[in-house]
């Protein structure tokens, strides 16, 4: 039996079980596996904010738990909201902590064997996105009306006849953040998780073959599908936290943008 057609043969089955399966009811109208983790990492998320809010002290020091918390939040708070924001940041750090801490909670717990990653579906991500959109577009129209920020996408002092040209290119730039922050997310976590996938399903390939024909060597290469298969999973931790920062941040900057003064 030859392991790599054996391989190829389980690829198709390892992508499907990376599709949304509905655990209740059907596509019309049901509980899918995304959605389900979707509301445990929601939980989680809630545990940890008021575990970690509640053991807060003047002084820092104490649980290793509560400063990982805090500092996650002080991360948001300087570097992410007052060094892309600027003035008036501190009213938006609640919707951005809530978005890095919900997207990177859902990263790192899709990284456990058996689970799943809300971000690993386009739907969700769709949502989140969409959520951003909404929340910078709001503030937008808060901060200089509606015709107002209308106006904004075309800056002052341009020529009048390019005015319509870049308001109508500012303006499908802006609905196509969205799209952008939907599909960077969701790639990155999909793609990520078929390559983990690939490296454990060709490991266990191999190793079964090698045992099934009582020829060790076939087994070897199985070493090295180990060997890649915790780099990439070391690689994909990183990406997890990257992809959660890259999310907020440009969050940030797309308030920023929309509230500024052009």
């Known amino acids: 039996m030859d392991p790599l057609v054996v391989l190829s043969e389980d690829i198709p089955h390892l992508q499907s079980s990376l599709d949304s399966a509905f655990i209740v009811g059907s596509k019309t109208l049901g509980l899918s596996q995304y959605v389900l ?15 970690a ?10 649980s290793k738990f509560v400063g990982l918390v805090e500092y996650g939040y002080d991360f948001i708070r300087k570097d992410i909201g007052e060094g892309t924001i600027g003035h008036g940041y501190k009213k938006h750090i609640p919707f951005l902590a809530t978005l890095f801490f919900f997207i990177l909670i859902s990263n790192f717990v899709g990284l456990i064997p058996g689970c799943k990653t809300p971000t690993g579906t386009i739907s969700i991500t769709w949502a989140l996105s969409i959520c951003s959109f909404v929340y910078f577009n709001y503030w937008g129209v808060k901060a200089h009306g509606g015709w107002g920020y209308i106006k904004s996408f075309a800056p002052s002092g341009m020529p009048i006849f390019i005015v319509p040209i870049i308001w109508v290119l500012e303006f499908i730039s802006t609905c196509l953040r969205a799209l952008t922050l939907a599909v960077r997310l969701y790639g990155n976590m999909f793609a990520g ?3 983990l996938g690939i490296f454990a399903l060709a490991t266990s390939v191999f190793i079964g073959v090698a045992i099934q024909n009582a020829d060790f060597l076939v087994a070897l290469p199985a070493l090295g599908w180990i060997l890649f298969l915790f780099v990439v999973y070391g690689i994909e931790l990183l990406v997890a936290f990257l992809q959660a920062y890259v999310f907020t941040i440009l ?3 797309y308030i920023s943008l929309a509230t500024s003064e052009h």
């Open 37 to 51: 983790w979707m509301f445990i990492i929601f939980a989680v998320v809630l545990l940890v904010v008021l575990g």
């Open 53 to 62: 809010s509640k053991r807060l002290k003047m002084v820092p020091g104490g």
């Open 193 to 195: 998780h078929m390559v």
């Open 251 to 253: 969050s940030a900057v």
